[in-house]
């Protein structure tokens, strides 16, 4: 059971450039999520799915695009990097589902993006 | 306002000390309160959630003061390796979204 994993740990791009950052979980969890983690804003919500196929947008979705296709796999895409979105990355998930409660969120290790 | 406030210290204290800290949430719809624990560098974790009662996990001790809106952390007998940075989280019903704050940095001192 490796919990969720994201790769890759580091990234380093140049503006304008592409790329996707992988999330994955093995736990059947419902809720997937994509936070960003910036020096002195604490974690914001980019863009989150309660379950395959269904996705919605947080508190800072521009510049970014995700997808569901199933329940294991959450890929952040970045579709023009920024030098603003250099940040730290953090994948999440949850058994809770359209409506519940929230439940403990388990966190990927991150990925340390860096765009020149 | 930001939905979840905290101030982010440092909160310097000795190791065998006490220490507490507050959260304040802005929407009184809020429901679920939790507490986690990010190391520097390293991911959240959960540390404990936060019930209405109070509730209390070894050293550490949380609250709801729902009147107030706000919650709280007390950690006794301070080790070395409690420092850390300890994240308040609230969650409203039907938002389907967490709030984080921005965290209270706390580094316990030899």
């Known amino acids: 059971n490796a919990g969720v994993t994201q790769t890759p740990k580091f990234q380093v791009l140049k503006t304008g450039q592409s790329m996707t950052l992988q999330c994955a979980q093995d736990m059947n969890h419902e ?11 604490g974690l914001r919500l980019i863009h989150y799915s309660v379950g395959a196929g269904i996705t919605d947008q947080g508190e800072v979705p521009n510049g970014y695009n995700v997808s569901r296709s199933t329940t294991e796999d959450f890929p952040l895409r970045l579709l023009s990097a920024a030098p603003s979105q250099t940040s730290v990355y953090f994948c999440a998930s949850s058994i809770q589902g ?19 | 306002r930001k939905e979840v406030e905290q101030d982010p210290g440092p909160f310097n204290v000795p190791e065998g000390a006490t220490v507490a ?12 309160f939790f507490w986690y624990r990010q190391d520097c560098r390293k991911e959240p974790k959960l540390l404990m959630s936060v ?9 550490f001790t949380a609250q ?37 704050g921005k965290g209270n940095q706390v580094v316990v001192i030899p």
């Open chain 1, 31 to 41: 809720y997937m999520s994509w936070y960003r983690q910036d020096p002195g804003m």
């Open chain 1, 98 to 116: 359209r409506g519940r409660i929230a439940d403990t969120q388990y966190f990927g290790p991150g990925t340390r993006l860096t765009v020149l």
């Open chain 2, 21 to 32: 800290f507050n959260c304040t949430y802005s929407n009184s719809a809020s429901q679920s």
């Open chain 2, 51 to 59: 019930y209405s009662s109070g509730n209390e996990d070894g050293r």
């Open chain 2, 64 to 100: 709801l003061n729902r009147a107030s809106q706000y919650i709280s952390l007390l950690i006794r007998d301070s080790k070395l390796s409690d420092s850390a940075t300890y994240l308040c989280v609230v969650f409203r019903y039907g938002n389907n979204r967490l709030a984080f």
